[in-house]
């Protein structure tokens, strides 16, 4: 689920049509090009060739079948370039994160994405609780609905990443969680190829075609897949086959893409019926600002912050379209340089549902700005919890058939806008 794609994918391709080699500037660069280049693809050889084993052996899958899907593989240098973090200079920019993501194309698309799915999308809303405003949403500022995946090969940079992760201060852990992924893809293939797990030594009814295939997918840089980008273990726990074919397809799927989105949000604790953030009130800024400690955790009850002037009484208020005074809340911070360059930022307060979808991906922006594309398509940022059912633990439950039916014309009305 990685959001850099489309800019550094044109730099990429522009970079591959040069046909101009580069010249070394001193006649013994190339020689320790070559000697490092070699040791380098010499470790990641050998690595990989663990990894496999391993898999091999915990899982009973015949070696010389992970081997023959890994034949072609190889590192990929720029991928290294594209996972470094931003320079020290860099100043991150809600505003300009924002402007990119909440504009008329996606916008356009996405209310072309619901027309063409809207009866799923009504099942699915009524079936997981998540609103079919949030997945939308979702899928649009990751992938445009599907024009924008990634033009990378999934196993060359799972392996990348995992064997020659950049120097960076968390190398070791950003390696493993490739590590990880990379053995999450082998086992999804395996098992989409037609082979049980463990395979008890046995290639018996594997597909060798759809398992390399499978290996062979793109991806983003960062080795997400399909409309909603999903790593390959978020495919295997949380993806569903939302078209009935018996497989699930997240690229050419619009039904496996919405109803595994909706499934991811459920699990991760999406409380149907309430709202994601709140704005802080004016007067509560400068207390907000020293509550924003940049950790998404719930840990300020709502009332705390209704007493401290960051929020009002209504948005304690279950009835009025906020939530129970008891919920859970957390600051959120957007900074943004101002037109003279000068440090700003934009305070929220981030509920439940602000948490689940920062669990889809782990940026602060990331999750304001679906809700906010969200909002744009329709979405009501309250409670609709019925007076007769509140509900427990911030109002958890979903709202009645009645307030289900007064949404749904409310989305209608502002597709149609």
Same mark, same amino acid.
């Given at each position: ?27 013994? &660069? ?33 070696? +010389? ?13 720029? /991928? ?23 504009? +008329? ?28 405003? /949030? ?19 999934? *196993? ?11 120097? !960076?201060?968390? $190398? ?8 990880? &992924? ?65 497989? /699930?397809?997240? $690229?050419?799927?619009? *039904? ?22 709140? +704005? ?27 007493? *401290? ?5 209504? &948005? ?39 948490? !689940?979808?920062? &669990? ?46 007064? *949404?749904?014309?409310?989305? $209608? ?5």
């Amino acid at each position: 689920m990685n959001l850099r794609i489309p800019l550094l994918l044109v730099t990429l391709a522009l970079a591959a049509c040069s046909s101009t080699p580069t010249q070394p500037t001193q006649s013994q &660069q190339p020689i320790v090009n070559q000697t490092e280049d070699a040791a380098t693809e010499a470790r990641f050889s050998q690595n990989l060739n663990e990894l496999l084993g391993q898999v091999s052996q915990t899982q009973e899958i015949p070696l +010389p079948a992970l081997e023959m899907g890994f034949l072609d593989v190889k590192s990929i240098p720029s /991928i290294r370039k594209l996972v470094l973090p931003p320079s020290g200079t860099f100043k991150k920019n809600w505003l300009a994160y924002r402007k990119r993501f909440i504009e +008329p194309v996606r916008l356009k698309a996405g209310r072309a994405f619901w027309d063409q799915n809207q009866a799923f999308l009504s099942q699915v809303e009524q079936d997981s609780g998540v609103p079919a405003e /949030i997945i939308v949403a979702i899928i649009g500022i990751e992938t445009i609905y599907g024009r924008q995946t990634g033009n990378f090969r999934v *196993k060359d940079v799972l392996s990348t990443l995992a064997f020659s992760y950049p120097e !960076t201060p968390n $190398k070791p852990a950003r390696e493993q969680l490739f590590k990880d &992924q990379l053995k999450e893809l082998i086992l999804l293939c395996w098992t989409e190829a037609g082979g049980k797990l463990p395979s008890k030594n046995s290639s018996q009814g594997i597909n060798s075609a759809i398992f390399s295939s499978c290996l062979n997918q793109n991806s983003s840089y960062a080795g997400a897949i399909g409309l909603p980008q999903f790593m390959p273990g978020s495919i295997r726990s949380f993806a569903v086959d939302g078209d009935g074919d018996g497989r /699930i397809d997240l $690229k050419n799927s619009p *039904k496996d893409a919405i109803a595994s989105v909706a499934s991811f949000m459920k699990k991760h604790g999406w409380q149907p019926g309430m709202p994601i953030s709140f +704005p802080v009130q004016a007067n509560g800024i400068e207390t907000a600002k020293q509550l924003a400690d940049g950790e998404p955790q719930l840990k300020f009850t709502v009332q705390d912050l209704i007493d *401290k002037g960051i929020l009002t009484k209504q &948005q304690g208020d279950l009835q009025s379209g906020g939530v129970e005074p008891q919920s859970k809340a957390f600051i959120i911070d957007l900074p943004y340089p101002d037109k003279d360059g000068a440090d700003q930022v934009q305070y929220f307060v981030g509920l439940n549902n602000f948490l !689940t979808i920062v &669990q889809y991906n782990r940026s602060y922006f990331y999750a304001q700005s679906v809700a906010e594309f969200a909002e744009a398509l329709g979405y009501k940022n309250q409670s609709v919890v019925p007076v007769e059912s509140p509900s427990k633990n911030g109002g958890a439950k979903a709202a009645t058939d009645k307030s289900k039916s007064k *949404k749904s014309s409310q989305k $209608k009305k502002a597709k149609s806008t």
